[in-house]
């Protein structure tokens, strides 16, 4: 059997908040703003809320910017939610290559926490997706790691640290 090293601390520190939260520039999120008659009193339901091309060509871009895009509250040095912890932990388990990964802070960003939601049909964060594809959010993330069913998926398209032992060119 060959052994993946742990990676939990690279998994944690590939990201910089800094460099990958902001998705949207300041004026087209007016709902960030501190000024009291420009934030939401309420969250919009899905019903009255409609994604806007702007957000979700910021959103795809972000879907795109890595082979594993995990979309979270915090950062992976430092979540801020359970699930969010969670996720970034199963991550590591399974082997992540930090290279091939990317986080953004949903917190950040008014625009893009709700955003996703509406993006994806998927109503909590966090959310994965691979290769541009929804997996889905921590509850799905933690079934498919007890079900074996993550790890092979990520094996499939490539974006674990190789194990010792082996060739990254695969040869």
């Known amino acids: 059997m ?4 742990s ?6 520190l590939s ?5 990958r939260v902001r ?27 409609s994604l806007t091309t702007q957000t979700r060509t910021a959103i795809d871009k972000a879907v795109s910017s890595a082979p594993v ?23 590591g388990l399974q082997g992540v290559d930090p290279a ?15 955003g996703i939601k509406e993006y994806s049909d998927w109503p909590t964060i966090p959310q994965l997706y691979v290769q541009k594809e929804f997996v889905g959010g921590c509850d799905i993330l933690m079934s498919m790691h007890q079900s074996g069913e ?6 499939e398209k490539g ?5 010792e032992g082996e060739e990254k060119g695969g040869a």
């Not at 060959?2 to 090293?5: G, T, V």
């Open 100 to 114: 091939k990964f990317t986080a953004f802070n949903v917190l950040e960003d008014e625009e893009l926490r709700q």
């Open 2 to 5: 060959l052994l993946r090293p």
């Open 69 to 91: 895009v995990l979309f979270m509250k915090g950062t992976p040095e430092t979540p801020q939610c359970g699930f969010s912890r969670a996720s970034i932990q199963i991550l």
């Open 159 to 163: 974006v674990l640290v190789p194990a």
């Open 23 to 49: 998705l949207l520039p300041s004026s087209l999120s007016p709902s960030i703003s501190t000024h009291p008659s420009r934030r939401f009193s309420t969250p919009a339901s899905p019903s009255t809320r």
């Open 15 to 19: 990201t910089r908040p800094s460099s």
């Open 7 to 12: 990676i939990s601390a690279s998994l944690r």
């Open 150 to 155: 993550l790890g092979k998926m990520l094996e």
